[in-house]
């Protein structure tokens, strides 16, 4: 059967830009209605102004922030009175060795990347159990099943998080609450730009680029007919069946991808 968008309420981290704004857009248009959420919040208002009236709440969140957290959810269900969907978007990314990444780095990307999706879904999920229906959709990434040098930290809390998908999907099962994992391919957003870069240029992975409101269609689409995993990307889902068949050869492919990049599309 599939999920009815249209009318549930949708909460996003990470709203303010790229991917997690354009999930923002295409779940409104779908007729949810939507929470958005980041620490910029001139960028929440004007993404409210655009999406227009009531239908959206935009509220300031670093995510990071447990007591942050706590509020955002308050004030989202005070106003729409349920989280139906939780869209743990928000990430962040250093390009360095593993040697050269400095230990703040790896807490910032354990913390936003894998901690702070982890606890979303733990305040979220007594309501959808209750309600028997849910749904946590989780923003990996194709470095989530294959990971890359000079992104290995970033790579192992998108590994972490597609892990956490699987098995909270698991023990889940029966209840009515999907979770769905996303492993979108390099997308055209502020990533590269906004990521820290030690000692190292950007992974020129950065050619191939997809648009946001694509990999938005492709969460909306997934959300819709309750997926469990969605890789985006041709090159995406070759280096994942590549590393099935051969883990040297799927290291090899992402060592000369990091080193020389791809075509541009
Ligand atoms: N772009 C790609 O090539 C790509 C590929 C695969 C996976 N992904 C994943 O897709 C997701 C979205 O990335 P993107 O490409 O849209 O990147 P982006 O343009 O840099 O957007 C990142 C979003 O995360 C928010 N954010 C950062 N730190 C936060 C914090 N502490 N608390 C709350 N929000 C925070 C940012 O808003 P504020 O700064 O306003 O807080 C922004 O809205 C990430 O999880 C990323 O790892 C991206």
């Not at 959808?128 to 194709?142: C, D, K, P, T």
């Not at 790579?155 to 699987?166: I, M």
């Not at 040297?248 to 541009?264: E, K, N, Q």
Request: glycine letters at 6%; a positive charge; one cysteine or more.
């Amino acid at each position: 059967m599939k999920y009815n968008v249209t009318d549930a309420v949708v909460f996003i981290t990470g709203a303010s830009r790229g991917i997690g704004r354009a999930c923002a857009v295409a779940f409104a248009r779908a007729g949810a209605r939507v929470v958005v959420t980041a620490r910029s919040f001139d960028e929440l208002q004007s993404l409210a102004k655009q999406l227009g009236g009531s239908c959206v709440l935009p509220i300031q969140l670093d995510v990071t922030d447990a007591a942050q957290r706590e509020l955002a959810l308050r004030q989202a269900r005070q106003r729409f009175g349920r989280v139906d969907v939780l869209v743990n978007n928000a990430g962040w990314a250093t390009f360095a060795t593993v040697e050269k990444t400095p230990p703040e780095h790896i807490e910032r990307m354990l913390s936003l990347n894998l901690a702070a999706p982890i606890a979303m879904a733990q305040a979220v999920l007594p309501e959808m159990i209750a309600r028997g229906s849910g749904q946590i959709i989780n923003i990996s990434s194709v470095v989530g099943a294959q990971a890359i040098p000079r992104m290995t930290v970033y790579s192992a809390t998108k590994a972490a998080l597609t892990s956490f998908s699987t098995g909270l999907r698991m023990e889940l099962r029966g209840t009515g609450v999907d979770v769905i994992n996303i492993a979108p391919s390099s997308t055209r957003t502020d990533f590269f730009e906004v990521a820290a870069s030690v000692d190292v240029e950007a992974t020129r992975i950065a050619k191939t680029q997809y648009s946001p409101q694509r990999v938005a269609r492709a969460v909306v689409g997934a959300s819709r007919r309750r997926k469990r995993e969605v890789t985006l990307s041709l090159e995406g889902n070759a280096i994942s069946l590549m590393r099935r068949c051969s883990h040297r050869l799927a290291d090899m492919t992402m060592y000369w991808i990091a080193r020389f990049g791809m075509p541009s599309k």
